[in-house]
């Protein structure tokens, strides 16, 4: 029997995070004493009222049957409280709310109810790989908007040309951006609703770090942005700003008929989270905040405790006002993998090349804050020494 991989599959490009760990495997069965400031995922545990929420909610035998696909309505209505807390956003939970497995699950899986043969995504680069690979998976075509530093690393839409435009079903937009950790404005945002609007366009708004956010700065939901929710839908997750990412719960938000169209795919590909899960969820989204603020304050410090180092040591690191990323240029002469490998071999630190989340990343590179400020001393100990 000869197994064949279908197109799709055989087209994928090898998933970034993939490649890295078997780098980082490497080193470790060497005995190297690695610091992986590679994956963006925080080494810090789930707050412990939402551990006891789950240990309660674990022993419900309500809790043990299948959930359903959109989420509970306690759920859909917690979150559509958070989100008129935060945002001031009115969201009917019934309509325009949908609970997710993680926001990756309905970011991979959004673009099936509206993508084909033949329709164009506009997806940032770099940016989040799954973007492009909900695409790919649908047979649709990726054209790529770079950003740039020179723009902010906010996409030039005058750079799209008007039949792509004009073919384009969905815009991948993701602020407080992931590698680069850029900020949208809200003028930015509105001549975003312009163009979809004039190009039947819908806005995929991905807000994963809408929370980690430092200095006062208070990133804003898309959603906010007028005439906005007749053109988009907003992923929302609970991984990254309250130490869930092992947990897989998340909310798509936004205009009703893009809510229900991923209902629509989910109902037919899972049956939703644990309602354990959404139970602790909850207790998350209802709590009073003040656990975001003190993670926003660990990282504030981490955060200056490496980008005063890497200044120190002559890398060029602008100090992120969101995100728990430090993207910044690689030494003169280096590029992208060459910095990293060297990094890995001669330092044992783990960081991501640029140029893995797309080719405008080259010449950059990622660190996440996501070890503590002893071992970010370490990191700049061992830079020093090797550069
Ligand atoms: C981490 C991340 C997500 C996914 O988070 P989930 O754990 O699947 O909710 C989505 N988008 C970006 C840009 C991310 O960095």
């Given at each position: 029997?000869?197994?064949?991989?279908?197109?799709?599959?055989?087209?994928?490009?090898p998933?970034?995070?993939?490649?890295?760990?078997?780098?980082?495997?490497?080193?470790?069965?060497?005995?190297?004493?690695?610091?992986?400031?590679?994956?963006?995922?925080?080494?810090?545990?789930?707050?412990?009222?939402?551990?006891?929420?789950?240990?309660?909610?674990?022993?419900?035998?309500?809790?043990?049957?299948?959930?359903?696909?959109?989420?509970?309505?306690?759920?859909?209505?917690?979150?559509?409280?958070?989100?008129?807390?935060?945002?001031?956003?009115?969201?009917?939970?019934?309509?325009?709310?949908?609970?997710v497995?993680?926001?990756?699950?309905?970011?991979?899986?959004?673009?099936?109810?509206?993508?084909?043969?033949?329709?164009?995504?506009?997806?940032?680069?770099?940016?989040?790989?799954?973007?492009?690979?909900?695409?790919?998976?649908?047979?649709?075509?990726?054209f790529?908007?770079?950003?740039?530093?020179?723009?902010?690393?906010?996409?030039?839409?005058?750079?799209?040309?008007?039949?792509?435009?004009?073919?384009?079903?969905?815009?991948?937009?993701?602020?407080?951006?992931?590698?680069?950790?850029?900020?949208?404005?809200?003028?930015?945002?509105?001549?975003?609703?312009?163009f979809?609007?004039?190009?039947?366009i819908?806005?995929?708004?991905?807000?994963?770090?809408?929370?980690?956010?430092?200095?006062?700065y208070?990133?804003?939901?898309?959603?906010?942005?007028?005439?906005?929710?007749?053109?988009?839908?907003?992923?929302?997750?609970?991984?990254?700003?309250?130490?869930?990412?092992?947990?897989?719960?998340?909310?798509?938000v936004?205009?009703?008929?893009?809510?229900?169209?991923?209902?629509?795919?989910?109902?037919?590909?899972?049956?939703?989270?644990f309602?354990?899960?959404?139970?602790?969820?909850?207790?998350?989204?209802?709590?009073?905040?003040?656990?975001?603020?003190?993670?926003?304050?660990?990282?504030?410090?981490?955060?200056?405790?490496?980008?005063?180092?890497?200044?120190?040591?002559?890398?060029?690191?602008?100090?992120?006002?969101?995100?728990?990323?430090v993207?910044?240029?690689?030494?003169?002469?280096?590029?992208?993998?060459?910095?990293?490998?060297?990094?890995?071999?001669?330092?044992?630190?783990?960081?991501?090349?640029?140029?893995?989340?797309?080719?405008?990343?080259?010449?950059?590179?990622?660190?996440?804050?996501?070890?503590?400020?002893?071992?970010?001393?370490?990191?700049?100990?061992?830079?020093?020494?090797?550069?």
């Amino acid at each position: 029997m000869k197994f064949e991989y279908a197109r799709r599959i055989k087209s994928l490009p090898p998933y970034l995070f993939v490649e890295l760990d078997r780098k980082k495997q490497e080193a470790l069965s060497k005995g190297v004493d690695v610091i992986d400031l590679g994956i963006g995922d925080p080494d810090l545990p789930t707050p412990d009222f939402v551990v006891e929420r789950m240990a309660e909610a674990i022993r419900k035998p309500s809790n043990h049957r299948y959930p359903s696909s959109e989420g509970s309505m306690a759920f859909r209505q917690a979150a559509a409280n958070w989100c008129k807390k935060r945002f001031g956003l009115d969201l009917d939970p019934a309509s325009q709310v949908c609970c997710v497995i993680g926001s990756k699950e309905a970011i991979a899986h959004f673009p099936l109810a509206f993508v084909q043969e033949e329709d164009v995504v506009l997806v940032p680069t770099p940016g989040y790989p799954v973007y492009h690979i909900g695409t790919l998976f649908c047979g649709g075509d990726t054209f790529y908007m770079d950003l740039l530093e020179e723009n902010q690393f906010l996409p030039d839409l005058s750079a799209i040309p008007a039949d792509v435009a004009d073919k384009a079903k969905i815009m991948w937009l993701n602020y407080p951006n992931n590698p680069t950790a850029a900020c949208a404005t809200k003028e930015f945002f509105e001549k975003v609703v312009d163009f979809a609007k004039s190009h039947d366009i819908i806005v995929c708004h991905d807000a994963a770090y809408s929370e980690m956010t430092y200095d006062g700065y208070v990133a804003p939901s898309f959603l906010e942005t007028p005439g906005a929710m007749d053109v988009a839908i907003e992923f929302h997750s609970l991984s990254k700003t309250y130490n869930m990412t092992g947990w897989r719960i998340g909310f798509a938000v936004g205009n009703p008929e893009l809510v229900a169209a991923l209902k629509k795919v989910k109902s037919n590909v899972d049956s939703g989270q644990f309602e354990a899960v959404q139970e602790a969820g909850i207790s998350a989204l209802e709590s009073d905040q003040s656990f975001v603020e003190k993670m926003r304050q660990i990282y504030t410090a981490r955060r200056d405790v490496l980008v005063d180092g890497l200044q120190d040591i002559g890398i060029k690191a602008s100090r992120p006002k969101a995100t728990f990323y430090v993207w910044f240029k690689v030494p003169e002469g280096e590029s992208s993998a060459s910095f990293c490998t060297k990094l890995l071999d001669e330092a044992g630190i783990v960081c991501t090349p640029g140029n893995g989340f797309g080719e405008p990343g080259e010449g950059y590179a990622r660190m996440a804050l996501t070890v503590d400020e002893t071992r970010l001393k370490e990191v700049l100990q061992r830079l020093k020494s090797i550069l």
